[in-house]
């Protein structure tokens, strides 16, 4: 037997609990995996708290994220004793997920962990940080390189917008960070950011353009906080999309697309082809200092992460949330 947290539909919605699960119960796929690490991305906190349409099919172990040891596989390309990581593809959400001491996956879901990272600080970067890095493999694939001007990163104090700016800085980026959070000034210009400015930056007045001030911009929050992104990008300039912190909607005109020539790129970190995921972790292992990401993560246990979800959500978390299954 091993402990999970479990979701479990109920009459009203949904419950999450620490259970004790058999083996025998594990889903269908080639390889099983004792898990060591997982991680609580905002997604995660969604499933637990039941207060975002995640879970697909009950009940449902949640976890995004995994990192472990193969026990078993009958994937000629992996062997017992292989370590690895997995992100998205649907665990935690259509398939049992890594919030577990154990996981059964497809091998092609996984990648071997890249050699410059423990398994807690891959889960430290986890998902958060892997779509850090393709928001800024979208920038540079729009053309924006260090020089430019300024990058905006919204929801900076959250994971994905800390391991950006990390990321951003290092790269040579001058780097704005927006949050909500007046305490977090310190820890974020330690990250890197050359400015940090409440989310009142980016008030939106719903005038189609206004002052034309970023060459890039990271976006986690989506709805107005994205519209008044696009209305203060300078010519030519390209948004990151990858988050919904702020809402879903987008009260948008095509003002920015047309006289602008700006670029809304979408990043989808579920379903990203192998290839790209596979360039993406290489890209962390050049370009993210893990002493950084040891600093800005926290360790948790299985049962912390059913009662820190809440907490999450509500934007009190710093950095990333790294869980331990043992
Ligand atoms: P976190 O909870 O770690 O961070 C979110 C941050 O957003 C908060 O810390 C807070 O930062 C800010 N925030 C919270 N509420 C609001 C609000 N109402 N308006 C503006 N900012 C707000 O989450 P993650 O970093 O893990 O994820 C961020 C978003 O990105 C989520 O919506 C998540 O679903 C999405 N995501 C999408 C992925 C994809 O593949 N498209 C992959 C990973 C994440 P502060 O206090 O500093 O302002």
């Given amino acids: 037997m091993f402990n999970a947290i479990m979701i479990d539909k109920t009459r009203t919605g949904s419950r999450a609990g620490l259970r004790s699960v058999d ?7 080639e390889i099983t995996v004792r898990v060591s690490y997982s991680s609580l991305n905002y997604k995660d906190a969604l499933a637990i708290t039941g207060r975002g349409p995640v879970v697909r099919q009950f009940p449902m172990i949640p976890g995004i994220d995994l990192a472990g040891e193969i026990i078993s596989s009958d994937d000629p390309v ?15 959400e259509i398939h049992w997920g890594g919030l577990s001491q154990m996981a059964r996956v497809h091998g092609k879901w996984l990648l071997p962990r890249p050699r410059a990272f423990s398994a807690r600080q891959c889960m430290a970067i986890g998902t958060a940080g892997y779509t850090a890095m393709l928001c800024i493999m979208a920038l540079e694939k729009g053309g924006i390189a260090p020089g430019d001007g300024d990058i905006v990163v919204t929801g900076a104090g959250g ?3 800390s391991i950006a700016i990390a990321l951003l800085a290092r790269l040579g980026y001058r780097v704005v960070a927006v949050t909500g959070r007046d305490s977090l000034t310190e820890y974020l210009r330690r990250l890197g950011a050359a400015e940090v400015v409440g989310r009142s930056v980016l008030t939106h007045t719903g005038r189609p ?23 203060t990008m300078r010519p030519g300039g ?11 909607d987008l009260p948008l005109t095509v003002a920015p697309f047309i006289l602008r ?25 050049r370009d993210l200092d893990p002493a950084l ?12 992460a059913i009662t820190t979800a809440p907490q999450l959500l509500e934007g009190n978390i710093r950095g990333r949330l790294v869980v331990s299954t043992h």
């Fill in 23 to 29: 083996p025998a119960d594990l889903p269908e796929g």
């Fill in 78 to 92: 992996y062997r017992p004793g292989d370590q690895v990581i997995a992100n998205g593809w649907g665990l935690g």
């Fill in 159 to 161: 994971g994905v917008g």
């Fill in 209 to 231: 353009l206004q002052p034309a001030r970023w060459s890039g911009a990271i976006d986690v929050a989506g709805g107005k906080i994205l519209a008044a992104l696009c209305a």
């Fill in 238 to 248: 390209v948004i990151a999309a990858c988050g919904l912190a702020a809402g879903m």
């Fill in 261 to 285: 020539g700006i670029t809304l790129h979408g990043i989808d970190s579920v379903m990203c082809p192998r290839e790209q995921r596979m360039a993406a972790w290489a890209r962390l292992e």
């Fill in 293 to 304: 990401v040891d600093s800005m993560s926290e360790e948790i246990s299985l049962r912390q």
